[in-house]
C-alpha cells in the first residue's frame, strides 16, 4: 500500500520506516526535513521525502488537504499534538483513506487508579499534553465508531532506545543521573521511590503499528496499550542499574517538599509530571488483538540507550 507518515524521522519512525519499506508498502515521509533518522539504514534510500511545516500550513487551513493530495492508502500520524488537527486529517481524508493511524500516549489515563491500567478504563487526565491526547482520542474514536472513520490509536509509554537519553530512575532526563549510579554514589530519590515508570523500546512501538495495519479489521475503532511488559518503579529501576554498572545500591530518600530543592525546577517539574501519572498499563488487548509481543523489558530498551550514551561519550562512567 501506499503509506504516508507524518513525523518518520522521529524516535519511532526510525525503526518504522525501514519496516514498511521492507514489508513492501510504498513510503512518503512528512517532515519539516530538520532531521536525520536515528538509525541508518537502506530502506530510506527508497523513501519520498515531502517537507512541509504542519504548525504553519494548519495554521492556514491547507496541512490536511496537502497530505489528501498526497494520496495515502495508509496514514500514520506521529505527531497529532492538538484537537483541531486531529479534526483538520478526519474531514480531508473521509471516504480517501483505507486506515488512519495516530500516535497517542499513556498518559491519556491520568493518575493510575488501579494497576495495570486497561484500555477501558475512564480518563481522568492532567496537564495539557494528556488532556490534549485524550480529546484527540475521544474524538477518532467517536469517528470511528459512530461515522465509519478507519482510526486506530496507539498509546505508548515512555519511549526509549540508542540516540536519545531516556527517562532516569529520578524521574527525570538529566543524563547525570546515569553517572552517579555508575560510580557507586549516593542517589536520592522523592518519597519512598515507590512510584512507576513504564518505559517502550522505539522498535515495539513500531511493531504495534505494523501490527494494528495487518489486523486492520480488529483495530479499526480501538486504542491500544503499547509498552514493555511491566512498569518499573523508582527504586527497582535504580536499584537494576547499580547493579549493571557492578555498583552496590546506595539509595537515600527525602520528601517530596525536601527532595525538590535538591534539583532543578526543571527537574522537579518533569519527576513530579512522572510520578504523579505513575503509569502501569496492560498490553492484553494489543497481545489479543494485533498480536502486540514486545521484544525489549524496560531494562532491557533502558540499558542498550545507556549503552549508546555511553559510546557516544554523553555520559562517563
Known amino acids: ?25 510504498t513510503v512518503v515521509n512528512v517532515s519539516r526535513g530538520q532531521r536525520e ?23 492556514d487551513g491547507i496541512f490536511a488537504k496537502k497530505i489528501a493530495k498526497l494520496n495515502p492508502d495508509v496514514l500514520i500520524d506521529m505527531i497529532c499534538f492538538e484537537p483541531k488537527s486531529a479534526v483538520q486529517i478526519v474531514e480531508a481524508l473521509k471516504g480517501r483513506v483505507r486506515h488512519y493511524l495516530s500516535c497517542g500516549t499513556i498518559w491519556v489515563h491520568g493518575h493510575t487508579v488501579t494497576a495495570p491500567s486497561t484500555e477501558n ?12 491526547k485524550a480529546a484527540i482520542e475521544d474524538y477518532l474514536l467517536s469517528e470511528a465508531r459512530v461515522n465509519g472513520f478507519p482510526a486506530t490509536i496507539l498509546h505508548p509509554g515512555h519511549i526509549v532506545g540508542p540516540g536519545w537519553t531516556p527517562l532516569n530512575p529520578a524521574g527525570h532526563f538529566t543524563p547525570s543521573v546515569f553517572e552517579t549510579i555508575a560510580r557507586g554514589e549516593a542517589l536520592t530519590l522523592p518519597n519512598l521511590g515507590l512510584e512507576t515508570v513504564h518505559h517502550v523500546h522505539a522498535d515495539d512501538v ?10 486492520w479489521s480488529l483495530s479499526v475503532g480501538e486504542s491500544f496499550h503499547v509498552v514493555s511488559p511491566q512498569a518499573l518503579t523508582l527504586r527497582g529501576y535504580a536499584e537494576t542499574m547499580y ?3 557492578g555498583k552496590k545500591a546506595d539509595l537515600r530518600f527525602l520528601s517530596w517538599e525536601d527532595w525538590r530543592e535538591t534539583v532543578s525546577k526543571e527537574e522537579s ?40 550514551m555511553i559510546a557516544d561519550g554523553v555520559i562517563n562512567v
Open 121 to 132: 478504563q475512564p480518563r481522568n487526565p492532567f496537564g495539557d499534553y494528556g488532556v490534549k
Open 269 to 308: 517539574a518533569l519527576t513530579w509530571d512522572h510520578i504523579a501519572h505513575s503509569p502501569n498499563c496492560s498490553t492484553d488487548k494489543a497481545r489479543r488483538l494485533i498480536d502486540y509481543k514486545p521484544r525489549y523489558s524496560s531494562l532491557e530498551a533502558i540499558k542498550e540507550a545507556v549503552e549508546r
Open 1 to 25: 500500500m501506499r503509506v504516508v507518515i507524518i513525523g518518520g524521522s522521529g524516535h519511532v519512525g526510525s525503526y518504522l520506516v525501514p519496516r514498511l519499506v521492507t514489508a513492501g508498502h
Open 37 to 59: 533518522p536515528y538509525l541508518t539504514h537502506k530502506a530510506w534510500e527508497q523513501v519520498e521525502q515531502v517537507a512541509l511545516d504542519r504548525v504553519a500550513l494548519e495554521r
Open 206 to 215: 513500531a511493531q504495534s503499528f505494523m501490527n494494528a495495519m495487518t489486523n
Open 243 to 245: 547493579s549493571w554498572f
